[in-house]
């Protein structure tokens, strides 16, 4: 799910500081406001435009956490509104429903496993790549390829 590239650029403390803790803020969203899957995007995103004229490095990991956030954020959504129809409105739990919430769980421990990961590696200086999420990143960051 992790993919290794070292930049040959090697990024300062406070550098390799900010792009640790951009993975992390979803994280103290997710404790802060667990029922809400916002709190996660929301949180990302202004850490995102705090850090978006940073250094490459750390703009990089901060649009990569923030595009791992957003793909996540849709499907919680989807499960958070079924399950508020089922408490609030007498939608009856399907198979369906269970099946989804499993996978969500999972998608969730997978994210938060990766978070972690990505973090400790990011805060080491060791680029670290998210897979379907990095590509997507270099195509918005456009780094030039020698710091890479």
């Keep these: 799910m992790i993919a290794n590239k070292k930049f040959y650029y090697r990024p300062v403390d406070s550098e390799m500081e900010r792009a640790s803790n951009s993975y992390l803020m979803s994280l103290v969203a997710a404790i802060a406001g667990l029922p809400l899957p916002i709190f996660n995007l929301l949180a990302t995103f202004f850490f995102y435009l705090g850090n ?20 996540l954020f849709f499907f919680n959504s989807a499960g958070f509104w079924w399950t508020i129809g089922i408490i609030f409105m007498d939608d009856t739990p399907t198979n369906y429903y269970f ?50």
């Design 52 to 71: 978006r004229k940073s250094t490459a490095f750390v703009k990089w990991h901060c649009t990569q956490a923030l595009l791992s956030q957003l793909g």
């Design 99 to 148: 099946a989804y919430m499993f996978t969500l769980l999972l998608f969730n421990l997978a994210e938060f496993i990766s978070t972690l990961i990505l973090a400790s590696r990011t805060r080491k200086g060791i680029h670290a790549e998210l897979f379907f999420f990095a590509d997507i990143t270099n195509l918005i960051c456009k780094t030039n390829e020698s710091t890479k």
